[in-house]
């Protein structure tokens, strides 16, 4: 170890001649692909002379294992996040862009009715609610733009929300 530490190269390359096979063995076990572990493998030494400093001279093949065992487990967890991104992808669906102009007058009208209940709403809760949903700003833009703090612009929303659920019915808005 005091060699590799130095720099020799030809020590670096006895060390992973011998434990190769180990090497390539833990990894193996988690990814059940012989070209994967062998790239795998050749990462585990790369990250292993990286971290030779903190190796205390403790079981270096069960220090060695466990750099083998996390790279493992940390490229099939890379491989199945990848599969669960690609699966959402693909069970999306884009819209036609095609807008049809029914729903352009529906969705208008909606809007309307929308901003007309708002408009019925206290003065202090509307002004939080359009800023938000309107405007689309932040708590702290609205804090700012204000001049109140953000906790009372959260709690703003938290009684507007309730005020619509009071105050508003279905029929309003059909």
């Known amino acids: 170890m005091r060699k590799i530490k130095a720099g020799n190269q030809h020590a670096i390359r006895l060390l992973i001649e011998r434990y190769k ?7 193996y076990s ?26 205390q001279h403790k079981g270096f093949k069960t220090w060695i294992s466990r ?17 669960e991104e690609l699966e959402t992808f693909e069970e999306f669906e884009p819209k036609s862009l095609e807008i049809d102009p029914d729903e352009q007058i529906i969705k208008k009208d909606k809007l309307n009715k929308v ?3 708002i408009n019925l709403m206290p003065e202090k809760l509307r002004m939080v609610v359009k800023a938000y949903y309107f405007e689309e700003l932040s708590y702290k833009q609205i804090a700012q733009e204000l ?3 953000e ?5 703003r929303l938290y009684r507007a929300r309730n005020w619509m659920k009071e105050n508003w019915k279905e029929e309003d808005f059909n």
């Open 115 to 117: 901003r007309q209940q």
């Open 30 to 55: 988690v990814v059940h692909d012989e070209k994967t572990a062998e790239d795998l493998a050749q990462e585990t030494f790369i990250k292993m002379i990286d971290a030779l400093s903190s190796y």
């Open 151 to 155: 906790t009372t612009v959260k709690m």
């Open 147 to 149: 001049n109140i703090e």
């Open 21 to 27: 096979h180990v090497v390539f063995k833990v990894i």
């Open 67 to 83: 750099i083998a065992l996390h790279k493992a487990i940390d490229h099939k967890r890379k491989k199945t996040r990848q599969k």
